[in-house]
């Protein structure tokens, strides 16, 4: 069932409460033209986002920043948190400008060339100087999203390859073209990434989106680029090359998160491929606590249309059956025409199938030869009594988070409420599934700060009198340990 969502302040020793939808299950919406107007936005806020995508493939960083101005505006009008995730472009492959429109006719030659200029039907000009050291003769390119193919017959010289067209199409300007066969040179981080990256530290963004990740490696270095800007935000690897499905726990091990991204994904492998590997993802997301979004096409056509395809609500609504932290649109909301009906619409889908029991209780026991058992099993036991007495919230306080991570990875029917004095933590756990941070820094003494859990989730509608809160917490709570106690309490 719905219900209503924010988060309290302390002003004064009073708690406010922002009323919106909620669902457990989270809506990532990309900011662009379409909603960036802050009374838009905001509208959006309140039917449901929880997390603004920024998408450094477009816009300048002027635009950014005035991005990030208006949803952090947002979030302190509507007093909820807001996450704000940083998409990098990465080494995406693109051919150059065209005259209106190229028509590649099967059969035809065509020289793909890493020399800048105007594209033709006889001469493509692609951005990657290395097209020609890394593919070879029998190799496919695939061009917009798929859509055109080519086949290379013969390397030419050290800047100009031979292709023959064995999937024609049309192509404008700056379409995409992929190379699912080749092994590519390519870093992981371009220099726009670099700068881009940077700037996103400086604004303050939750979460950065690594683009094209190949291999745990690339998950590393951005990690490293990260801590010596002395940040200690999080990243995501998105997972859209074959090479990434084939490291995929290792890529797993190093993310604090993963992304899905079924657009590219969905050119380099085979489509039907594509529905399985998102359900393993997510499955081991789940299993090691990691969020977990489902993005591309989601609500493809409600870019244009006002209602979406019967086959795109049953996408949606599987995703959450699934158990993904999150789901996401891209286009739909950037520049689509109803950017406040496609959060409606899909917030609706969420909540329906959220009544649905196959939903809850997920992951699995907690592995003895994890560093963090003790912890572990203490989340799992307070998740399976919450089960047991129908509990109407599991409460956790944590300083980095690892509790909320943990405890929601278990995907429990009850309310999840992570009380913390880590003002940006707030703005992270926004992404994960069924978590809603509460600020509060009045940790003296265990038993004050159960009272005070009980006196806020009170005041703020969640519980009333005669209801189970299951209390995770670390004893002495002062010290800010890792959880290693459970309390039940009864809301008197």
């Not at 929880?50 to 505006?73: M, P, Q, W, Y």
């Not at 990098?88 to 099967?106: A, D, H, N, S, Y």
């Not at 007495?389 to 990875?409: E, P, Y």
Request: charge should be negative; charged fraction near 25%; glycine fraction near 6%.
């Amino acid at each position: 069932m719905s219900t209503l969502r924010g988060e309290f302040k302390t002003i004064d020793t009073k708690y406010y409460m922002s009323a919106r939808h909620y669902n457990r299950t989270k809506i990532v919406a990309t900011i662009g033209p379409a909603c960036d107007d802050p009374e838009i936005l905001k509208e959006l806020v309140l039917k449901g986002v929880d997390v603004c995508r920024l998408n450094f493939s477009h816009g300048s960083h002027e635009v950014h920043k005035a991005n990030v101005k208006t949803i952090r505006s947002i979030a302190e009008e509507t007093n909820c948190a807001l996450a704000i995730l940083q998409d990098l472009q990465g080494p995406k492959l693109r051919i150059g400008e065209v005259v209106g429109e190229l028509l590649l006719e099967v059969g035809k030659k065509v020289i793909l060339s890493t020399e800048k200029q105007i594209s033709t039907a006889e001469l493509l000009y692609v951005n990657y100087e290395n097209l020609p050291t890394d593919c070879n003769p029998g190799e496919r390119v695939l061009l917009n999203d798929g859509k055109c193919e080519l086949i290379i017959t013969r390397k030419i010289d050290d800047k100009n390859l031979e292709s023959e067209v064995i999937g024609g199409g049309v192509l404008t300007s700056n379409k995409g073209f992929n190379l699912p066969e080749s092994n590519l040179s390519v870093p992981s981080l371009t220099e726009k990434d670099l700068k881009d990256l940077h700037y996103g530290l400086e604004l303050g963004v939750d979460w950065v989106a690594l683009s094209f990740v190949r291999r745990a490696e690339d998950i590393i270095e951005l990690k490293q680029l990260i801590a010596k800007s002395g940040k200690k935000t999080r990243v995501i690897a998105k997972i859209e090359k074959p090479e990434a499905v084939e490291n995929i726990d290792s890529i797993i091990q190093v993310s604090d998160g993963i992304m899905v991204a079924r657009g590219d994904l969905g050119v380099e492998i085979p489509l039907q491929k594509v529905p399985l590997i998102q359900k393993s993802i997510v499955n081991k997301c789940i299993k090691v606590s990691k969020p977990v979004i489902i993005a591309t096409q989601m609500m493809e056509s409600m870019i244009v249309d006002s209602m979406p395809t019967r086959a795109e609500i049953t996408d949606v609504a599987n995703a959450v059956l699934d158990g993904a932290d999150a789901v996401m649109l891209s286009a739909e909301t950037s520049v689509g025409k109803h950017p406040k009906k496609v959060i409606e619409i899909m917030g609706k889908i969420i909540t329906d199938v959220e009544m649905d029991s196959g939903v809850y209780y997920k992951g699995s026991k907690p592995d003895s030869s994890s560093p963090s058992f003790a912890s572990d099993e203490v989340c799992f036991t307070a998740v399976r009594m919450s089960d047991h007495l129908n509990a109407k919230a599991i409460v956790a306080m944590t300083k980095s988070g690892f509790t909320g991570f943990k405890v929601a990875s278990f995907r429990p029917k009850s309310s999840v409420f992570i009380f913390t004095d880590n003002r940006q933590l707030l703005n992270t756990l926004n992404l994960v599934w069924g978590v809603r941070g509460i600020f509060y820094d009045q940790f003296v003494s265990t038993d004050q700060t159960f009272e005070d859990v009980i006196r806020i989730l009170e005041e703020k509608g969640e519980v009333e009198k005669g209801d189970y809160i299951i209390n995770c917490a670390s004893m002495p709570i002062h010290l800010k340990r890792r959880t290693n106690a459970i309390k039940v309490s009864v809301v008197e």
